[in-house]
């Protein structure tokens, strides 16, 4: 009777947490946030002593899950509609090559030494620092390479704007003010709150604005 009862918790356990992964939405495992990691640990633990405690009801084993799923949802939908949140708790972007210089400053904040980045850069087969122009480490721990162009401003689009926030990084590297990014938004008859992200690219700058996510 034992086997029964630990196999038939063991399928509504499964059951269960592939619906509620489904409503929590599609992230690859290496792009969850700390708040995603946190809560797929917990659901994991939770699940496996529900399963072995055979002498708790499963409706309050199942309730904390539920639960913990409801604040994952409640903090994505928060932080989708709030920068703020969205970097307190994934954090942001780390430029750890800028124009080919290694940005050990940033390394150090993020302890992350010259060899992960060597490795990182051996996976992507890059041989040398010299070939790249730009490395930026993702907030899923991912490095992101540029590799060095012809260009000045190279092929890639550089974001200057992220849901209505300035990058102040990327006009740096580009030598231009946010006077001059306000002025072209203000040809256009925009302001920084019409635009969900705005990225340089081939000396033009594209516009995707909050209206045309909703068309």
Same mark, same amino acid.
């Given at each position: 009777?034992?086997?029964? #009862?630990? /196999?038939? %918790? #063991?399928?509504?356990?499964?059951?269960?947490? #592939?619906?509620?992964?489904r409503f929590m939405g599609k992230r690859e495992i290496g792009q969850l946030g700390i708040v995603d990691l946190i809560v797929s640990i917990l659901i994991a633990e /939770? +699940? +496996?002593?529900?399963? *072995?405690? %055979?002498?708790?009801?499963? &409706?309050?084993?199942?309730l904390p899950i539920v639960f913990l799923v409801l604040i994952q949802i409640?903090?994505?939908?928060?932080?989708?509609?709030? +920068?703020?949140? %969205? *970097?307190? &708790?994934?954090?942001?972007?780390?430029?750890m090559i800028n124009k080919g210089v290694i940005? &050990?400053?940033?390394?150090i904040k993020q302890r992350y030494n010259i060899d992960d980045l060597l490795t990182q850069l051996r996976e992507q087969h890059i041989k040398s620092i010299s070939e790249v122009d730009y490395a930026i480490l993702e907030n899923s721990g991912k490095l992101s390479v540029f590799k060095k162009k012809n260009d000045k401003y190279g092929e890639y689009p550089l974001p200057v704007i992220l849901d209505g926030k300035i990058q102040k990084d990327t006009l740096?590297? /580009?030598? %231009?003010?946010?006077?001059?990014?306000?002025?072209?938004?203000?040809?256009?008859?925009? #302001?920084?709150k019409d635009v969900f992200y705005a990225f340089y690219q081939d000396k033009q700058l594209y516009i995707i604005k909050h209206t045309d996510l909703q068309k």
């Open positions: 009777m034992d086997y029964v #009862t630990v /196999l038939s %918790r #063991t399928l509504i356990f499964y059951i269960l947490i #592939t619906i509620l992964y /939770l +699940a +496996a002593m529900s399963i *072995d405690n %055979r002498e708790e009801s499963i &409706f309050l084993s199942i409640c903090m994505s939908y928060v932080s989708l509609k709030n +920068a703020k949140v %969205r *970097d307190m &708790f994934d954090g942001v972007p780390s430029i940005n &050990f400053k940033e390394m740096k590297d /580009l030598n %231009r003010s946010e006077k001059w990014l306000l002025n072209l938004l203000k040809i256009d008859k925009l #302001t920084l």
